[in-house]
């Protein structure tokens, strides 16, 4: 059997798991479950990038050693595999002791070989994003790829050479087709690697939470090295046991998003060029889930949970939401209006309505029994809808070869409306009440070949629809494509289906779904995460409400018969504020002058020993002193603050 390796990226195990993760694992699946059926030998791998400055300092938030952290939120999420029906084959977490030894392995031989070397690295680091950037580049400080603020970062570090690789790269993304879609050649190829790319820095010393550089452990490897390397050692690169790797490299398609593809593209070639390892024959990077205009993520606070959404509708509703209404490489904004009328319109509507109507007309009619006809027997409008269930299989093959996730479905609900079309054109009841059982058998067959056909090329999509209609055709559920021809049943013993599908007031649901939300919003920290100590949990919504902006002091003057305050002059953008603060105690009013502060923009004004006092700027508190809070680097007057 021919081989295929397919990847999912590798999680981070950081928060809340969302719809966005799924929709990659679920686009993967069908994709894997397609190759199954379609003859290959599937390796299937997804798993948890576990390291990284980002997960240590959520780990500290959280209050828990970052093994154990992430030890719970892969269990969530093995979960959610399970519950959405992802058949993956491998799973790989980077805290496990095989990757390890294999990161290190490779850590060592491209240091032996000159590709990595030691150097001294300054510049700006996005934490989030665990990216590196240059001063240029992470232009006002702040981080190209999420906009959020990097941080400044200056130390000795190990240095992998990435330019030696730039002019085969820039082959690679050029001359073949490597990357996908097109858009993302463009913009790789733009904006890194048209002027030159620069050596990347690959070990920290900053943290301890990684893989430790051999033999100099104060550093620790970066973490993409890391994580882009799951996808051999999961393999068995370098181990005893790699069977795997000999028969599965290289990978047959990468999956992501977009905003990883550069380290896909770029970084990941370089290290295999390197390793001298065949490159992955495919690299995708797909568009957004987004909500409410912005990229679905956990640091927004905007997800959607999928068990909330799998537990009322049914996993169905939701892989079909996602394998169908995302035309496949674009963004697209999720509602829950679009994924209940999904489900209403195409899985209750057209596919419900198509088997619940055939399989009562065959009871009806023939008592469940249906044979072939002969030729001949049907009616003018067979071969349309004959031909189409025929050639379903190679359309629908052939999209997903081009990774048409979208249109694969959409060519299987073209035969299901052929079908219900073909039922108003034949009038099944007349030709009963005709009494021409030959062809009112010929159209229940005809009909029921259709389902069985799109049953079996629905089946990577979605399980539970199919495998209902499979026992109420009476057949098995087929474990591969050979029999999805029209034909390849002689007769069908059918016995009436049961409704596939609920029909959902969509008014109802949505307004339900907001309660829902509105009640994960109250405090849940109430019950799942209690304060140790401090204010109660505010919702981000209620965080939100202060508005908070960047002022630079212009003047500054102690207020009379008061020790501790201050009056300040604030230019906030343009516009004039004065805050009396209490300050005095730590700041001279001539060293204020030229400072910048966070004001508390949106604070009711209130007067302080007879001055109206506008707004209050943010201090720390230290030995019960204040300290301003100030941004890191230069920020224009006015700025928000969020
Ligand atoms: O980037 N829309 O992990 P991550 C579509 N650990 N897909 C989304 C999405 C959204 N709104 N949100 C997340 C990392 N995804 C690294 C990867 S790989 C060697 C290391 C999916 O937890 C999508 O596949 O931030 C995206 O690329 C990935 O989750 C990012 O997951």
Not at 298 to 307: Q, R
Not at 504 to 518: G, N, T
């Amino acid at each position: 059997m021919k081989p295929y390796y397919i990847t999912t990226p590798i999680y981070y195990p950081s928060g809340k798991w969302h719809l966005g993760h799924s929709y990659t694992t679920v686009c993967c699946d069908a994709l894997a479950r397609f190759k199954r059926m379609d003859g290959f030998n599937v390796f299937y791998l997804t798993g948890t990038d576990e390291h990284g400055q980002k997960i240590e300092q959520r780990a500290k938030e959280a209050g828990k050693p970052p093994q154990e952290f992430v030890d719970g939120l892969v269990a969530e999420l093995k979960q959610l595999w399970q519950l959405l029906g992802i058949t993956y084959d491998g799973y790989i977490r980077t805290t496990e002791p095989r990757h390890k030894k294999s990161v290190q392995q490779i850590f060592t031989k491209l240091t032996a070989q000159g590709d990595i070397y030691k150097s001294k690295y300054k510049g700006r680091y996005c934490t989030p994003c665990e990216s590196f950037w240059t001063a240029t580049q992470a232009k006002d400080g702040f981080c190209p790829d999420c906009g959020r603020a990097t941080v400044e970062s200056e130390e000795e570090c190990y240095f992998f050479r990435l330019s030696k690789y730039r002019d085969r790269l820039l082959k690679l993304l050029t001359e073949t087709d490597f990357l996908q879609p097109q858009s993302r050649v463009n913009e790789m190829v733009n904006n890194f690697l048209k002027d030159g790319l620069d050596d990347l820095a690959v070990s920290r010393t900053s943290f301890s939470w990684g893989i430790p550089v051999p033999q100099d452990e104060s550093h620790v490897i970066y973490v993409w090295i890391d994580a882009l390397s799951n996808y051999i050692t999961a393999l068995g690169y370098l181990q005893d046991n790699n069977q795997n790797f000999t028969q599965f490299w290289p990978a047959d398609l990468h999956m992501m998003a977009k905003e990883i593809v550069r380290f896909h593209s770029i970084i990941w070639p370089a290290v295999l060029m390197a390793l001298e390892l065949p490159l992955p024959k495919k690299v995708y990077g797909h568009g957004w889930l987004l909500f409410g205009g912005d990229k679905m993520s956990k640091s927004k606070g905007n997800v959607v949970d999928p068990f909330i959404l799998c537990g009322r509708y049914g996993v169905d509703a939701v892989r079909y939401y996602l394998l169908r209404e995302v035309s496949f490489g674009q963004d697209c904004d999720y509602s829950a209006e679009s994924l209940l009328t999904r489900a209403n319109a195409d899985l209750c509507n057209d596919l419900g309505n198509l088997v619940k109507r055939t399989t009562a007309m065959a009871r009806q009619y023939f008592n469940g029994k249906i044979t072939k006809p002969k030729a001949g027997e049907g009616t003018e409008f067979d071969q349309a809808l004959t031909q189409k269930t025929n050639t379903l299989y190679k359309e629908v093959a052939a999209r997903v070869d081009k990774i048409e996730i979208s249109r694969s479905l959409e060519a299987v609900f073209e035969v299901v409306s052929s079908a219900n079309k073909y039922i108003d054109l034949t009038r099944p009841w007349i030709l009963n009440k005709e009494g021409n059982t030959a062809a009112l058998n010929a159209v229940l067959y005809n009909l029921t070949e259709a389902i069985r056909v799109a049953a079996t090329l629905l089946l990577p999509f979605i399980q539970d629809a199919p495998q209902k209609i499979f026992a109420s055709i009476g057949v098995s559920v087929p474990k591969s494509f050979k029999a999805a021809k029209y034909g390849a049943v002689k007769a069908y013993q059918t016995t009436e289906s049961p409704p596939l599908y609920t029909r959902y007031d969509v008014q109802k649901e949505l307004d339900e779904l907001d309660l829902i939300a509105r009640a994960g919003e109250k405090p849940p920290a109430k019950t799942e995460t209690p304060q140790k100590e401090g204010k109660p949990m505010i919702t981000i919504d209620e965080f939100f409400k202060t508005q908070l902006k960047v002022a630079c002091v212009t003047a500054a003057e102690k207020i009379e018969k008061s020790d501790k305050l201050l009056k300040l002059n604030l230019d906030v953008g343009g516009e004039t504020r004065t805050v009396v603060s209490g300050i005095a105690q730590s700041y001279t009013p001539e060293s204020l002058v030229g400072k910048k502060v966070i004001l508390v923009y949106n604070l009711t004004p209130a007067k302080l020993r007879g001055v109206e006092s506008q707004g209050m700027i943010l201090c720390a508190v230290q030995d019960g002193k204040p300290v301003i809070v100030s941004p890191e680097t230069a920020v224009s007057n006015g700025a928000e603050v969020c």
